[in-house]
């Protein structure tokens, strides 16, 4: 009777000993990629073809998402609105929901999915097939010179993608909104030229964007380095990227909402 | 004297946790000459690469390589260290989103501020000494897996190192590429001076091309001599590896718990 009970202690007791230990394990790495990050900046250009790998091949998915996104907020927005007769307040509800939270929040989740898996992959992968260790004995720190290009690469192109994915749902909106259900036009961009403040509204999206743009890199990269050789390895910390991302976004836009968007 | 000994081993031990890989590892390696570490599957010879290229270090004993401690090297000296060391991975490991050329250019590109004009014509050298000079601008996964051990070595030998370790080279080649790497590995430590160390388990192929033979079982040195002394010798270990015979004292059977608990045998089962 105690027996069981014992050992589900014990092996809850495990578990936590290990979160704790791997917790501690990334944050170790993190703080090691920010230290080693020099190469990343004095050679950009490792950098700039990162921003392609995560950024520019994400382009598809996130004009795509964005607009439809954007069509879906102005079909739902415009349905109540118009009950309370402020139809017209359609542009300021959709830009500051695209601006505010799906912006930055949609595009991580995709980013995640899209660029943190091919991080975590290619990575794993170089690992795997000992192209780290090659670099490793050949005297190049494979931290500075595969993760840190990656990791900044990942920063720098999630805020970009968020701003694109709000810009082309708000697009997305006003083609439903204006264009096919026919709100006034001017009504549409002057309420939401009135209502959205730079730095309370765009600006904060952009700082939440970046902040998840950190995390999304930093688990991408991590899992990646992380990863046993192998291709159930590999493909474990693939679906360990996308799962924690989602997650660690979550959570961080919980907090981040709180801070920013409360008590005005 | 460094001078005459380029890898000097001693009373080396390594383990992993609990588990003992290599215990009182004594070996020499001359300078000039191309050296095979033979010895079955998981006896610890890619170990022993690892432990003079300092990827690992040792729980005991001195790795000394030109006369400097390898494990005591901070991070700086092993940097120093590679530099003047090659590495040949067991599948070339070869840069798979780099062309042939910028693979071989890698390691000059990361270490020299050579103009790319100069670059360009030492990766070309580098490339004829292997045959390959010709596939510069093949991607890695446009070549046979000979081909792509062949460009790992002249990324290899891209900054003239005085040492160059072979982790299984000659794995899954057939029969001609086998011969070509044999050959090539010879060649090149013959025209450019360096140190050849093979780690495999292909005994023709590395007789014919090595000066000496060491031979590694349970984590020992079990045997060791030139490839005339080695093929004549009374030691069991290294008579039943060379001819590749069954009965002898490496077992085919992984050490377990025996048959008749495994299987149930004597128990009345059914």
Redesign the interface.
């Known amino acids: 009777m105690l027996k069981p009970l014992l050992s589900g202690f014990s092996h809850i007791g495990r578990q936590v000993i290990d979160g704790t230990w791997r917790l501690g394990y990334a944050t170790r790495f993190f703080l090691l990629v920010l230290l080693r990050s020099g190469l990343s900046f004095t050679r950009f250009g490792l950098v700039v073809r990162k921003v392609y790998f995560s950024g520019v091949l994400s382009l598809i998915i996130i004009i795509v998402s964005g607009l439809f996104v954007g069509m879906v907020l102005g079909l739902q927005g415009y349905e109540t609105l118009v009950r309370y007769g402020s139809a017209e307040a359609l542009g300021t509800l959709v830009a500051l929901s695209l601006v505010r939270e799906l912006g930055p929040v949609v595009s991580a989740l995709l980013f995640a999915s899209r660029a943190g898996s091919a991080i975590t992959a290619e990575i794993g992968l170089m690992k795997a097939t000992e192209q780290l260790s090659a670099m490793e004995v050949m005297a190049v720190d494979p931290i500075a010179r595969v993760v840190g290009p990656h990791f900044w690469g990942a920063v720098i192109s999630m805020p970009l993608l968020a701003s694109l994915f709000s810009a082309v749902g708000v697009f997305g909106g006003y083609l439903i909104g204006v264009v096919l259900i026919g709100v006034d036009d001017g009504a549409f961009w002057s309420q939401m030229q009135a209502a959205v403040d730079f730095r309370h509204d765009i600006l904060n999206g952009i700082i939440k964007s970046a902040v998840f743009g950190v995390a999304v890199a930093a688990i991408a990269t991590f899992e990646g380095y992380d990863a046993p050789p192998t291709a159930e390895g590999v493909s474990g910390a693939t679906t360990r990227t996308v799962v924690t991302s989602a997650l660690a976004i979550l959570a961080l836009d919980f907090v981040l909402t709180a801070f920013m968007f409360t008590g005005q | 004297m460094p001078g005459d000994h380029l890898v000097d081993i001693r009373n080396l031990e390594f383990a992993y946790g609990a588990r003992k890989i290599l215990t009182g590892i004594n070996m020499t390696m001359e300078r000039g000459q191309v050296v095979a570490i033979m010895g079955g599957s998981g006896c610890g010879k890619t170990t022993l690469l690892k432990l003079i290229?300092g990827?690992l270090r040792p729980t005991s004993g001195e790795v000394l390589v030109n006369g400097e401690a390898v494990h005591r090297m901070d991070t700086d000296g092993?940097?120093?260290h590679?530099?003047k060391?090659g590495?040949l991975?067991?599948?070339g490991?070869?840069?798979?989103d780099l062309s042939v050329f910028d693979n071989v250019a890698?390691?000059l590109r990361?270490?020299t501020d050579l103009p790319e004009e100069l670059i360009r014509d030492l990766v070309l050298l580098k490339l004829h000494s292997v045959g390959l000079r010709g596939a510069h601008a093949l991607m890695p996964h446009q070549l046979s897996g000979g081909m792509a051990r062949r460009v790992?070595l002249a990324r290899a030998i891209a900054l003239d190192p005085g040492l160059v370790l072979f982790d299984e080279p000659f794995t899954g080649l057939d029969p001609i590429s086998l011969t070509v790497t044999g050959n090539l590995i010879r060649r090149l430590t013959d025209t450019l001076g360096l140190t050849s160390v093979v780690v495999t388990h292909d005994v023709a192929e590395s007789l014919k091309i090595v000066d000496r033979v060491f031979f590694v079982a349970d984590g020992r040195i079990a045997a060791s001599g030139t490839p005339d002394e080695v093929r004549h010798t009374t030691d069991d270990f290294v008579h039943q590896f060379i001819y590749g015979e069954e009965d002898g004292p490496m077992r085919f059977h992984f050490p377990g718990g025996s048959m008749q608990a495994d299987f149930g045998l004597g128990r009345g089962r059914a």
């Open positions: 290229s990827m092993l940097a120093r590679r530099r060391l590495v991975f067991q599948f490991a070869l840069f798979t890698f390691p990361e270490h790992a």
